[in-house]
């Protein structure tokens, strides 16, 4: 959900077929990734990770809070269940702090692009996320200091915004928030546009949501994630014709990374996209993965959210600690947390998930994390942790490796072959 400079592209389009995806014309914007777990000389580094996981284990708490009070508690789907929140003082870690700069190869974590606001428009740096739905941006009334220096949305100089008699507050059950008034506004995405979108200017941000050189959060989920209890922003530039098609793609990578808003850019795939209908509600959840290691399949039969807003690959941990037995010499490194190692020098060959029809696999860059304790330990992507939502979430650490298309109009998710 949270995210050094690597450029990242945006790519926004105009399309006219129905099909589940759309190849079209793009118009392509900066991108930028933060933030990493990788030290300089490649070591993992446990604090920053556990940060990410509090911040994650939080968000998707609080999502399921959300879809019980939008649509009811028949929303969460089977094994669903809301979880205590997390903080980061449950954690014993002993470990010397490493505060070396992160290298390029730990900083593609989370991922922001600009955004307007307002008329005339108000320029801002906003996290994507696939897993929330709601956009927030600092107000010109927030005092903290972490957003002194990054875009502040000021109502006074929008023509076009409209205050509402309601008030935004995510508590994350850690301590930590975001709150303030909740405004309608005209929102651009490189040309995209929606007007009267809800969204709130938020006075009060708690430190653990900054990012250096980000101003906020832009979900791309779906509407029972909403806080506000209000269309997102792409299903309100689908409703208003902005884009006639339903449909984005999101290709993550350490470059030449692209939201495409609208359809899918067909010069970043191959081949033909295979599409899985989402599961339940908010989430873009699928059903029916199997996980292989070295070809074979150690775990079958789950759901997966894909989320390009969490960082690792999350499993309940029994399937996780089957996955990891199937890799000779791994073991537990954090029980808390839920990170396993295994050794570097006898790393399986492939990782890969099959929801049914290819096998989507992960590269070994993007399953090892770093060094552990030793040099010749590995750190391993897959956590096995509960996030309460009764199946694994698959964040980055999958999605950089396939190109991602997300169907509103057909209500899937599907997987082409990077080029």
């Not at 839920?338 to 006898?346: D, L, Q, T």
């Not at 309460?388 to 190109?403: A, H, P, Q, R």
Request: hydrophobic share 35%.
């Amino acid at each position: 959900m949270f995210i050094k400079a690597g450029l990242i592209t945006l790519a926004l389009v105009f399309t006219a077929s129905a099909s589940p995806f759309v190849e079209g014309r793009g118009t392509r914007i900066s991108f930028k990734t933060r933030d990493g777990v990788t030290t300089r000389d490649g070591r993992f580094n446990i604090h920053k990770a556990a940060e990410i996981i509090v911040r994650d284990h939080n968000k998707h708490r609080q999502n399921l809070i959300n879809m019980r009070t939008n649509v009811g508690p028949q929303a969460l789907n089977e094994g669903a269940r809301i979880l205590a929140p997390a903080n980061l003082s449950e954690f014993a870690l002993h470990e010397k702090r490493q505060a070396e700069p992160m290298t390029d190869e730990g900083d593609d974590l989370y991922w922001a692009g600009p955004v307007t606001i307002g008329t005339p428009s108000q320029n801002f740096q906003i996290k994507f996320d696939t897993g929330s739905a709601d956009l927030w941006v600092p107000s010109i009334n927030c005092t903290s200091p972490y957003y002194d220096n990054l875009g502040k949305y000021d109502p006074f100089k929008s023509s076009t915004k409209a205050e509402k008699p309601d008030q935004f507050f995510i508590p994350y059950g850690d301590g930590s928030q975001v709150s303030g008034p909740v405004y309608t506004d005209i929102v651009n995405v490189a040309g995209v546009e929606a007007k009267d979108q809800y969204f709130s200017p938020a006075d009060t941000i708690s430190p653990q949501f900054a990012s250096n050189g980000v101003d906020g959060l832009l979900g791309l989920g779906l509407p029972a994630l909403s806080r506000l209890h209000q269309s997102p922003f792409f299903n309100t530039a689908v409703s208003q014709g902005s884009v006639k098609d339903g449909v984005f793609g999101i290709k993550l990578a350490k470059a030449g990374s692209e939201l495409f808003l609208g359809g899918t850019d067909s010069s970043l795939y191959s081949g033909s996209f295979e599409w899985h209908p989402v599961v339940g509600t908010g989430y873009w959840q699928t059903s029916g993965a199997s996980i292989l290691v070295d070809s074979q399949t150690v775990v079958s039969g789950f759901t997966t959210v894909i989320d390009s807003g969490t960082t690792f690959i999350y499993g309940l941990p029994d399937d996780v600690a089957a996955f990891y037995e199937a890799i000779p010499g791994s073991q537990l490194y954090n029980p808390t947390l839920g990170i396993y190692v295994f050794p570097c020098a006898s790393a399986p060959s492939s990782v890969a998930f099959n929801w049914g029809g290819n096998n989507w696999t992960i590269s070994a860059e993007d399953f090892n994390l770093g060094t552990g304790a030793s040099a010749s330990e590995c750190v391993g992507a897959i956590m096995g942790r509960d996030m309460g939502v009764g199946g694994w979430i698959l964040g980055d650490s999958f999605m950089k490796n396939v190109y991602t298309a997300f169907s509103l109009d057909s209500n899937s998710v599907g997987f082409a072959t990077l080029k």
